[in-house]
DNA sequence: CAGTGGCCCTGTCTGC
DNA sequence: TGCAGACAGGGCCACT
């Protein structure tokens, strides 16, 4: 389940071993992989070969690709994505649905994806051309790695919402980059329940929820920082670097390393949400 | 408009 | 043993 420490340990290795080629052919090998790319699978062919990509950049869980025409090759990983650089004689992966070769003949650039909730496509860039983000990530918020992320208008925006702190957290438009696993550990973190409502919050819970968000990516970041450096771009959310230091997330019924008190999990926008019963008690007016 | 909930997808695990 | 159902969940879209 990549959530952003992921997806930048995948922009490092596109920055690195994709940027400056340029495509020689393209392969769809699953139309779902490409449908949301205007034209289909036609569209993308006819639009990436002969593009040389210029860098790799992200957005939260949104990664892309400028070209030297003014696009970009934009991919969502979704739940099971993977990016993989891979000498053309390597056997094909099970899952295998877009496959990129490039002029120099050298590894080519693979989109793995089990359960295809992700996906590339061409698109046009919105903004400048330093700042610019493709079309449909403009509506993507920065995330808090973001060095323009700000933070005041973060708490500002936040505490007008009506909804549960972790809804919030959730919403890609206010804050990106935060998935359900990261969510619980912060919220862990500072002792708020997911169900906190956003108005209630004070200017210093949402410093501290901010300065949590934060130290879970980083240390994500830094784990999977270092043992990237291959030629394998690879981002599995089961490989297990991240969850061996979990301290809520997936642990129904195991003590809270704090209290002591076992952790549960609770039905939440059709998935879980995992906290510590003492450490996060409900409140009494509680948004979903 | 803001907020909420359903749906997409497939492999793995659990319980009857 | 076999099978049905739960579960994983990001983002889009429809609905209130």
Not at 3 to 21: I, M, Q, T
Not at 38 to 58: F, I, K, S, Y
Not at 114 to 137: A, C, H, K
Not at 217 to 241: C, I, K, P, Q
Request: with cysteine.
């Amino acid at each position: 389940m990549p959530e952003l420490p992921e997806v930048e340990v995948v922009r490092r290795g596109l920055e690195r071993w994709v940027a400056g080629r340029t495509v020689a052919d393209v392969e769809v090998l699953h139309p779902r992989a490409v449908r949301r790319q205007p034209g289909g699978a036609a569209g993308l062919v006819a639009g990436l070969e002969g593009r040389t990509l210029q860098a790799a950049r992200r957005r939260g869980k949104y990664l892309w690709l400028p070209t030297d025409d003014g696009e970009a090759l934009l991919a969502h990983l979704g739940m099971s994505g993977q990016l993989l650089v891979q000498p053309p004689d390597a056997p094909d992966e099970t899952h295998l649905r877009v496959r990129l070769r490039f002029t120099d003949g050298g590894r080519e650039l693979r989109f793995v994806d089990q359960r295809t909730f992700g996906g590339l496509s061409l698109e046009p860039m919105s903004g400048g051309t330093e700042d610019g983000v493709p079309l449909p990530v403009a509506h993507i918020a920065r995330d808090p790695l973001d060095a323009r992320f700000d933070d005041a208008a973060f708490a500002a925006a936040l505490r007008r919402r009506h909804t549960g702190v972790k809804r919030a957290l959730l919403d890609q438009s206010l804050v990106s980059g935060i998935g359900n696993i990261y969510a619980d550990e912060a919220l862990w973190q500072v002792g708020l329940h997911y169900a906190r409502p956003t108005e209630t919050l004070t200017r210093a819970q949402v410093a501290r929820m901010l300065a949590a968000v934060r130290s879970v990516m980083g240390a994500a970041l830094e784990r999977g920082g270092t043992s990237f450096d291959s030629l394998y771009v690879n981002v599995n959310g089961e490989s297990g670097y991240f969850e061996r230091s979990l301290e809520v997330y997936g642990r129904r019924d195991l003590p809270c390393s704090r209290c002591g008190t076992p952790i549960r999990r609770d039905p939440f926008m059709n998935r879980s949400s995992y906290s510590c019963p003492r450490c996060q008690p409900r409140p009494r007016r509680a948004h979903w």
